[in-house]
């Protein structure tokens, strides 16, 4: 074994609203693999309301799968792994269920501080229930009443650049304090101070006795400053310790884990996306979008920097009960291959809010499904975008963010019956534009790297490597204005044994060229009508070295954004067309 | 693979942890007994507070105001109290505007906390109180038929059950309501009709259960006055056939419905219960469970969603017709057919 990899086995659980699961890695040929996974129901949930027999029935599954004892007699996990084999040598876990935080914000200027405190708020499972700022114009006794009423699990406090404002800070602070005595101790929140650095001591002792406080560095520094990561990485710690207080079982995880194993599920993947940035070193960003029952999450990275963006609204699980109210009928019924009536999409919505494990059995229930999935991609796309790094947004003068790899995880695509209807829907909800690899992690897996990094962030990039990550294919997807029809790519494939497939792709089109998987061929693309690729201006085209996913090399001329036929009879035909294009059915 | 349970049962104990949403004072006594109106504890959800800046109204320094205050913190104080003053040769006065605790006082200014109607938590079945959770609420047991539903309109009553539901399928319209039925819970099939749920309301009604409801009528029936509970869900659906025999048999007996809404965190459901004496020893439902040959079920959704039936053979991983594989069970379904779903799309049925 190598010096570098310093522990052979790693256990993480992971453990989601719906799915409780137990994976295992191990050192094989001086790499990190992904070994086996153990299942069951979460039980965080009535009648259990402790995650504890979940995480037991996790863990007896892996057991069961590998042969390996983890847990012994006093039901303890056995750690580090004993001579005979038993245990492992690290753990390491992450946890998605339970209701998001309810978190207030108090910023000193709506949109300098406050905004950035939201960004902030976003990286993690929370409910944006309240904000107030200096420019906020309710009474002091408004405000007072609004802060005690909701409740909240943690308020935020940012502003104030650093050695600038103080005084009207303390002032706002003051009102903070007020709000925290009178809630009532049982349910007193918690304050999180990211403002004016050199206050930091000045809030804790204000608030000392009264809430507890957690620190760090100010999110803006300066006006035009926003640096969140060492606020990100504080607040995740803070959302697990919120965890372990008001979650029955978490704290036997985080003991197991200790304080750097164990996270949000969000963080831990968006730690994963953040080494992948750093290690491809690509000139692009890298992409990861993880829908699951909680929330969906859009972590973009470049360089190392991450962008995370948690929205609970868009997951699959109880979020649906808002949803069922009406909220986004329109967005969803845009990509609605099926007929059906407002009422049933309302109960499927109600349904699968109540039942989130529940899976769709007929080909109609999978198409609303699959409707739902992409509007939610999409609106948390929406919403994450305007917060991704700023060399990200500065590669995309024309538009085009660019992305190698996306990264998709969440057993929304690791179920599905098969890589034409995970690629669409991930073409559909996230609309890729230029060159970029659509990639499946196979086993929901990448958060779990995420947390197991910790120990090792090779683990990351070794893994993500392996068979558990399935390349879809490479997509190439032209941003034209061109009438469906016209020619908008000419195609020349050239694989390593010289042999060609030309092709001319007409706008409107999805198409896949075969390439056998993980073949590489040299692709040599010409734009017409002043096609953008992201070769570094519209109709600039070139040579890329592609390499074959399952789906081979799918070129998606259908337009950006994407306009899909308003009349459903078309909508289905063209789905069924473009499914089929992709080698399903 | 642990199930999801629902309880259609006949007769079993039912005890039910009923708790504040927040800390508050717990009313109800151990070895109390309650109807399912009874408040076994209060907290104030909403508290009201109002800034009284004591120096500007009474015109006089910040400084000063500490000499001319009548109240300190903690005092409670009637409407039209004194707070502060008498003050020059007007002798200004600053009242309470209303009743009201005294929170701080001091620096020129007084905060006061309004006395609000507190949220008051129901006992939500009759029953004995038999164990008290401090600061939250109290454990209520009683022994009777249990039903639970999927959907509730938030509010608790009781009365005597009229089943206007001549089959599971039954629709609810206004012309199946009069005024014999005044006071009584009634029950009935799906609801499609608007004005059968004001006129319910107008009677008015003491609760009424319905198999399912329009989603576009959720509004209205969270407006109306009485507890509304549904067994299957939105849409037009028709009783399941193990509900159902359990309802109907129970015609003309007393019903308490707590219709309160489902969150999957806490355990609360809404729920029916029909007291009855115990015939002996009864026992707490069985509340965890996994799936195995000749467990009774319900389909959560479609095909043949809220049908009930028998698993009579377990099964591996099947593929379906989405093109979905999951492991899956053979059941037979009371309507004789048999068919192969998701274990995932299944509850058990106790």
Redesign the interface.
């Known amino acids: 074994m190598t010096a570098i990899i310093d522990a052979e086995s790693i256990l993480v659980i992971d453990v989601g609203s719906v799915t409780t699961r137990a994976i295992l890695f191990e050192v094989a040929d001086d790499r990190y693999r992904f070994i086996a996974m153990g299942t069951?129901?979460t039980?965080?949930?009535?009648?259990?309301?402790n995650i504890g027999e979940g995480v037991r029935?996790a863990l007896d599954d892996l057991q069961r799968v590998t042969g390996r004892v983890l847990i012994d007699s006093r039901q303890q996990l056995i750690i580090p792994a004993a001579s005979d084999g038993t245990g492992v040598d690290r753990f390491a876990a992450t946890i998605s269920a339970?209701?998001p935080l309810k978190v207030a914000v108090v910023g000193l200027l709506e949109d300098v501080s406050g905004e950035s405190a939201r960004r902030l708020v976003q990286t993690t499972y929370s409910d944006l229930i309240y904000t107030f700022s200096l420019t906020d114009h309710r009474?002091?006794?408004a405000r007072?009443?609004m802060l005690?009423?909701s409740?909240p699990d943690l308020i935020v406090v940012a502003g104030g650049t650093d050695g600038g404002a103080s005084k009207s800070l303390m002032a706002l602070l003051e009102s903070v304090g007020?709000a925290c005595y009178?809630i009532?101790e049982?349910?007193r929140p918690d304050v999180f101070f990211v403002g004016n650095s050199e206050l930091a001591d000045q809030v804790s002792a204000s608030l000392e006795g009264i809430a507890a406080v957690h620190v760090a560095a100010n999110i803006r520094p300066t006006l035009d400053l926003e640096r969140l990561e060492g606020a990100q990485a504080a607040l995740a710690k803070i959302m697990g310790q919120l965890r372990v207080e008001k979650m029955s079982g978490v704290d036997d995880l985080k003991i197991w884990a200790g304080d750097e194993g164990f996270l949000p599920t969000a963080a831990a993947f968006g730690r994963v996306v953040r080494f992948l940035s750093s290690f491809l070193r690509d000139k692009k960003g890298v992409l990861g979008v993880d829908v699951g029952a909680s929330a969906t999450a859009i972590a973009a990275a470049i360089d190392g920097e991450l962008a995370l963006g948690v929205y609970p609204q868009y997951g699959l699980g109880?979020p649906l009960r808002k949803w069922?109210?009406g909220w986004l009928f329109d967005e969803i019924s845009n990509w609605l291959t099926v007929e059906i009536t407002?009422?049933?999409l309302?109960?499927?919505l109600?349904?699968?809010s109540?039942?989130p494990?529940?899976?769709?059995?007929?080909?109609?229930?999978?198409a609303i499904e699959m409707a739902v999935v992409r509007t939610a991609l999409q609106e948390a796309l929406k919403k994450a975008r305007p917060g991704f790094p700023a060399q990200l947004l500065s590669l995309s003068a024309s538009g085009l963010l660019p992305f190698e790899p996306i990264l998709a995880t969440g057993s929304v695509f690791s179920?599905?019956?098969?890589p034409a209807?995970t690629a669409l829907t991930l073409l559909d909800g996230l609309q890729p534009a230029g060159i970029t690899t659509l990639v499946l992690d196979q086993n929901h897996i990448a958060p779990s790297i995420g947390a197991a990094a910790v120990f090792n962030p090779l683990l990351a990039v070794q893994v993500m490597d392996s068979s558990s990550f399935l390349n879809l294919g490479t997509v190439i997807a032209p941003v034209v204005n061109a009438r469906p029809g016209q020619p908008v790519l000419k195609l020349n494939l050239v694989n390593d044994n010289g042999q060609e497939t030309q092709a001319i792709v007409k706008q409107g089109s999805l198409e896949m060229l075969s390439l056998p998987y993980g073949q590489k061929a040299r692709l040599s693309i010409q734009p017409f009508h002043r096609a953008d690729i992201g070769m570094g201006a519209p109709g600039r085209g070139g040579s890329v070295t592609v390499k074959g996913g399952v789906l081979g090399v799918i070129i998606d001329a259908r337009g950006r954004p994407l306009r899909l036929p308003k009349e459903i009879h078309k909508r289905q035909e063209a789905y069924k067309k473009w499914i089929w294009s992709l080698g399903g059915h | 693979m642990l199930a999801p349970v629902t309880h259609f049962s006949p007769i079993t104990l039912v005890r039910r942890a009923r708790v504040l949403p927040h800390p508050g004072k717990v009313l109800a006594r151990t070895g109390q007994q309650v109807s399912a109106l009874d408040v076994l504890a209060e907290t104030n959800v909403n508290p009201e507070y109002q800034w009284l800046d004591i120096a500007h109204l009474l015109g006089i320094s910040p400084e000063k105001t500490e000499r001319y205050l009548q109240c300190q913190a903690g005092d409670q104080l009637a409407r039209g109290d004194v707070i502060a003053g008498p003050y020059g040769i007007s002798n200004r006065v600053v009242r309470a505007p209303k009743e009201c605790r005294v929170i701080l006082a001091g620096d020129g200014q007084v905060l006061l906390e309004g006395t609000a109607k507190p949220f008051q938590l129901k006992a939500g079945i009759p029953g004995d109180v038999v164990e008290l959770i401090p600061d939250f609420g109290a454990v209520v047991e009683t022994s009777g038929a249990l039903i639970q539903g999927v959907w509730g309109n938030g509010l608790v009553d009781y009365g005597l059950m009229a089943v206007l539901a001549k089959r599971p399928d039954h629709p609810l319209v206004a012309s199946d309501l009069d005024v014999s039925m005044r006071g009584s819970v009634i029950l009935s099939g799906s609801c499609q009709d608007a004005e059968a749920l004001q006129m319910a309301d107008e009677l008015p009604l003491r609760g009424m259960i319905l198999s399912s409801l329009s989603m576009d009528l959720v509004p209205l029936a969270l407006k109306v006055r009485y507890p509304l509970i549904l067994i299957e869900g939105f849409g037009v659906k028709p009783y399941n056939s193990v509900a159902y025999k359990l309802l109907v048999t129970n015609n003309r007996r007393e019903v308490t419905l707590n219709a309160e809404d489902w969150d999957p965190y806490t355990g609360a459901r809404p729920e029916i219960v029909i007291p009855l004496p115990a015939p002996g020893r009864t026992t707490v439902p069985v509340e965890i469970d996994t799936f195995g040959i000749d467990k009774v079920v319900r389909v959560l959704r479609v095909p043949h969603s809220g049908q009930t039936g028998t698993i009579i053979s377990m099964k591996g991983k099947t593929m379906f017709p989405s093109g979905l594989r999951a492991n899956a069970a053979e059941i037979r379904l009371d309507d004789g057919n048999t068919v192969d779903l998701p274990l995932a799309n299944l509850e058990l049925i106790h």
């Open positions: 069951a129901n039980t965080a949930i009535a009648p259990f309301k029935l339970g209701a009474k002091a006794d007072l009443n005690v009423r409740r007020l009178l009532p049982l349910e109880s069922a109210d407002e009422d049933q309302r109960e499927y109600f349904i699968k109540k039942h494990a529940t899976i769709p059995v007929t080909p109609e229930e999978f179920r599905s019956p098969g209807h």
